[in-house]
């Protein structure tokens, strides 16, 4: 199975800041790699898919980057309602594999 | 408008078979492309990926879990099941089924349900 390792684990942050949060692939998925954003008691919500490609209906704010083996997903200004909890999943080969997720609170 | 819903129990014994239904509307699983799939989460934990049925009668199963899973499709009713057999204590978590365009993504998600496995 292909391992995906999310960085940080947590992230404290304030309204207004730049956000990375980074995905690695333990082998390359080319840019089958897409994010989700997790509010609690809800489902996910796809916001980057192929690596790069925004969603419809997501604010342009988010954006992926990355292939191989290292992606990134950025918010460019952190807004109250994007504290949540996002996850990378990569849709290169069976079984599909999600991160272990990235807290990001106030 | 797509939407999905998951139904079933909330609460299966140890060794019990579990059985879910998603049922959705707004597409077509006979459409070309599209996909229905399944992912659980246990409290607190990440999100795990069990399997995926395509338009084409396909089924991907996580290999983890192979033995232990089936896929139902119903194209009239639009209706997806999964079942699980052997269900245990850690097999707790929230189940999602979430509609894919065939890339292994899944755009649209029901709700979930939570199932505990417990004496």
């Known amino acids: 199975d292909i391992q995906m390792t999310q960085s940080p684990f947590f992230l404290s942050a304030s309204v207004g800041d730049r956000v990375t949060i980074t995905c690695r692939a333990s082998q390359n998925i080319d840019d089958y790699l897409n994010w989700y954003q997790q509010k609690p008691g809800k489902a996910p919500k796809l916001l980057i898919y192929g690596a790069s490609s925004l969603q419809s209906g997501v604010p342009s704010r988010f954006s992926g980057s990355g292939s191989g083996t290292k992606f990134t997903l950025t918010i460019s200004s952190l807004q109250p309602e994007d504290f949540a909890t996002y996850w990378c999943q990569q849709s290169y080969t069976i079984p599909f594999t999600f991160g272990g997720g990235t807290k990001v609170e106030i | 408008q797509i939407t999905l819903k998951e139904s079933g129990p909330t609460l299966v014994k140890p060794t019990q078979t579990l059985t879910l239904t998603c049922t959705f509307s707004?597409?077509?699983?006979?459409?070309?492309?599209?996909?229905v799939g399944w992912i659980r989460q246990p409290p607190g934990k990440a999100l795990e990926w069990l399997t995926l049925?395509?338009?084409?009668?396909?089924?991907r199963y996580s290999p983890s879990l192979k033995s232990r899973l089936t896929l139902t499709k119903d194209t009239s009713k639009n209706q997806v099941v999964l079942t699980m057999t052997d269900m245990d204590p850690v097999d707790t978590a929230t189940y999602y089924c979430?509609?894919?365009?065939?890339?292994?993504?899944?755009?649209?998600w029901g709700q979930g349900t939570l199932v505990t496995v417990s004496s």
């Open positions: 049925v395509y338009w084409t009668d396909d089924e």
């Open positions: 707004g597409f077509s699983l006979s459409t070309s492309g599209v996909g």
């Open positions: 979430a509609h894919s365009l065939g890339t292994g993504n899944f755009d649209y």
